[in-house]
């Protein structure tokens, strides 16, 4: 199962959202109907819940028990929340040098690390799920994610949430039912490889429905539908994370990109906005242009960063959450050692 090109397909969806931009007076500022726009909107269900659904399937490989509880959240936090909080202080810093809503000096540091913020309210929302699922998880044995997960559907269809951006309870509650789908996938894959045909199936006739609900929509009203807690939304989020995961073929450049996905879903946004902000300033307004620019440097920037700092051990753990490096090794090496392995 290609759970780490898909981890890798989220990223890509994610830099090219920020790079087109959040909304018309963002980004590239482009409105409906320009293609741009209909396509960071029309995948607004895929992006994040795909990086739930990845994150929900990896936990499954090691969930927590009870006896290594606290060793588990310590691990998350090194893994995810220190390398975050340093993303997101670096980022705010950019944000006062070029004065945008984001400054460390208009959002200031406790909402910069406790509070919805960018595109790093991700981590925390995902740190609360290890937090509560993984204790319920422990507690339970790791038994009854089925019935965990139709909860949380049902929850999210009856609008039940916190709403609070306080370590972004309220993604939390959003992104529940794909994190915990991921899980359930992991934990029944033997029955999804052997009824892979017809779930493909149902999965995409899933993202065919909700898609030309939304279409209808477009049509109807001009925009596609902003609100994330409907049957449409959850339709085509969980489709397209299972037509994925059962369909996808292995693509070799998304193995190449898969060591740095991390470093660059924490470090596009100053590669894309740099680079938006110099070719303005040297008068290059089409938006074309402006978008394949700022898509290769929000992928190239970030993997050249963590090449540099995989070099340096002390900066290794708290910048890119690994502790062993994990540059990818020349061809002749790797056959080497699948030939000693055999």
């Known amino acids: ?11 890509l969806l994610l830099v090219a959202y920020h790079v087109i931009g959040a909304g018309p007076d963002a980004g590239l500022n482009i409105e409906y109907p ?23 399937f990896v936990y499954a490989f090691r969930p927590p028990v009870l006896a290594d509880y606290g060793g588990f959240l310590t691990g998350k ?9 340093i993303a997101a202080l670096l980022f705010s810093v950019a944000g ?6 984001y400054s460390l000096t208009v959002q200031g540091p406790v909402r910069v690390l406790f509070h919805h913020y960018a595109h790093y309210w991700f981590l925390q929302s995902i740190m609360v799920i290890f937090v509560v699922f993984g204790l319920v998880d422990a507690l339970l044995r790791h038994r009854h994610t089925a019935l965990l997960f ?13 709403r609070t951006s306080v370590l972004s309870i309220d993604g939390a509650f959003y992104l529940l039912p794909y994190f915990l789908f991921g899980t359930l996938c992991h934990r029944h894959a033997d029955q999804l490889l052997r009824h892979r045909t017809w779930l493909a199936a149902l999965a995409l006739g899933a993202i065919l429905a909700a898609g ?14 902003g609100y994330r807690g409907d049957l449409q939304s959850l339709g085509f989020g969980l ?5 994925m995961l059962l369909l996808m073929p292995r693509i070799g450049w998304l193995d190449a990109l898969r060591p740095f996905s991390f470093t660059i879903y924490l470090y596009h946004v100053l590669a894309t906005s740099a680079t938006r902000r110099a070719l303005l300033a040297l008068d290059v307004t089409d938006v074309w242009v402006l978008f394949g620019c700022g898509l290769s440097t929000g992928l190239l920037v970030p993997v050249l960063l963590h090449l540099v700092i995989d070099r340096i051990p002390a900066l290794r753990q708290p910048v890119l959450g690994i502790r062993r490096s994990r540059r990818p090794k020349p061809a002749a090496a790797r056959s080497a050692a699948d030939t000693q392995s055999s």
């Open 1 to 11: 199962m290609p759970i780490e090109a898909l981890r890798v397909l989220a990223v």
């Open 34 to 56: 320009h293609p741009l726009r209909l396509f960071a909107e029309f995948l607004v269900d895929a992006r994040m819940p795909l990086f739930a659904f990845v994150a929900g």
């Open 77 to 85: 936090i090194r893994r995810l929340i220190i390398p975050g909080w």
């Open 96 to 101: 006062m040098v070029v004065g945008n809503v």
């Open 150 to 162: 139709l909860a949380a559907v049902a929850m999210t269809l009856a609008g039940i949430t916190l």
């Open 212 to 225: 030309w609900w939304n279409i209808g929509l477009y049509l109807e009203t001009g925009r596609l539908s």
């Open 239 to 243: 489709g397209i994370a299972l037509a």
